[in-house]
């Protein structure tokens, strides 16, 4: 049985589903000898034993000292993908094993490894690489692959991962470019999580624990989970789903703060002043001072989205957001519409450019509904 369907105890950090390869829960690298209680991970038998067999390894151990510079060289990387790549190479690497006896992946084209497939982390990453040349190679006049993987000094590349994932993406595929000796792209960012936790325990397709993309894609559409799993990374901590916090969310930020800003805009300015933005009245101290608020708010977000912050950026959305409720609930429209017509005109064509405004800060997250707004 391959090591991965060996399942059992972690010796290290006590986790009982740890597999034959790598503990998910501390990441550390594990023999299918080294489990406590092990068993299979298909049957659930304890019925196992040792085979001796023949595997092609990568030498990460000569690598070592290479993979160390690089890996702190990067200075913006999260603590979570730097404290996990720096615990592989404290505990020292060791070669790692590249095959596997299975009957399906990737044939090994080497005399004597017939019946040897590469296992999906020593080959999966190189098709990143390939699979940017085979869309390339579709349209070779207008697209060359090399021009993101090959020898390039501009390219910006971030990869986002599990933390389970981090050391095959901070170790185990940059030893692998490092071992060419050839300039190919590495990882410019490496964006890692934690767990993402359904009612207390890690969302899990083998324990059928969690809502998953075909399930929650009928029960909502998928602005509504873009959102919400975006605004609940779990970035620094396990993120607990309930869907009570999600409900919560999303009638507080996208059906309140967001959507009814927009509907009461639009549907007062419809009844008020027809299919036209109004064009009457001049800008008070009030608008000057939500003008600063929002440049203030836009570049602060621009910001921690380009340092990869999502909940930062998201609350910051959020404020972004409540910012345009706030100035509605001052200026009070529904009610100066009958003493001062032309400064409620003023106060409803801010607030439709606000609706602009918001739509484009939040078009990266929810693209359906803010290609809604654009069109209507």
């Not at 615990?87 to 040897?116: H, M, S, Y």
Request: charge should be neutral; hydrophobic fraction near 35%.
């Amino acid at each position: 049985m391959p090591d991965r369907y060996v399942q059992g105890t972690c010796p290290k950090c006590g986790y009982e589903a740890a597999r034959g390869d790598q503990c998910e829960n501390c990441t550390s690298v594990l023999e299918p000898t080294e489990l406590l209680n092990p068993r299979s991970a298909l049957s659930g038998s304890t019925n196992l034993e040792v085979r001796s067999t023949k595997h092609l390894f990568l030498r990460l151990d000569l690598l070592s000292k290479e993979i160390q510079d690089w890996v702190q060289s990067q200075e913006n990387w999260p603590k979570l993908t730097k404290s996990i790549t720096m615990k592989w190479i404290n505990e020292g690497l060791q070669p790692r094993g590249i095959t596997r006896d299975l009957t399906w992946g990737v044939p090994v084209p080497k005399a004597g490894f017939e019946n040897k497939v590469f296992y999906v982390w020593f080959d999966a990453p190189i098709e990143y690489v390939g699979g940017t040349k085979e869309w390339s190679d579709q349209k070779p006049d207008e697209r060359n692959w090399k021009e993101w993987w090959y020898d390039q000094q501009d390219v910006i590349y971030t990869q986002f991962m599990a933390k389970d994932n981090v050391p095959f993406h901070s170790v185990f595929w940059p030893a692998t470019i490092l071992g060419t000796r050839e300039p190919w792209t590495q990882a410019t960012q490496i964006k890692s999580f934690n767990w993402l936790v359904y009612y207390g325990g890690k969302f899990s397709t083998s324990q059928k624990r969690g809502v998953f993309m075909d399930q929650a894609l009928e029960i909502l559409p998928p602005n509504y989970w873009r959102y919400y799993l975006i605004a609940q990374s779990p970035e620094t901590t396990d993120s607990n789903f309930t869907w009570e916090i999600f409900a919560s969310m999303i009638n507080k930020d996208l059906v309140g703060a967001y959507g009814n800003f927009i509907n009461l805009t639009l549907k007062l300015t419809a009844s008020k002043f027809g299919t036209a933005i109004p064009a009457q009245g001049e800008w008070t101290e009030i608008e000057e001072r939500l003008q600063e608020k929002c440049i203030e708010l836009m570049k602060e977000y621009r910001s921690l989205f380009e340092k990869l912050d999502l909940r930062k950026a998201i609350s910051t959305l959020r404020e972004l957001w409540t910012q345009g409720n706030l100035y509605l609930d001052e200026r009070a429209q529904w009610s100066l519409i009958h003493t001062d017509r032309e400064a409620a005109g003023m106060v409803l064509r801010t607030a439709i450019n606000l609706i602009r405004v918001f739509s484009i800060a939040a078009r990266s997250l929810i693209p359906f509904t803010t290609d809604k707004v654009f069109n209507s």
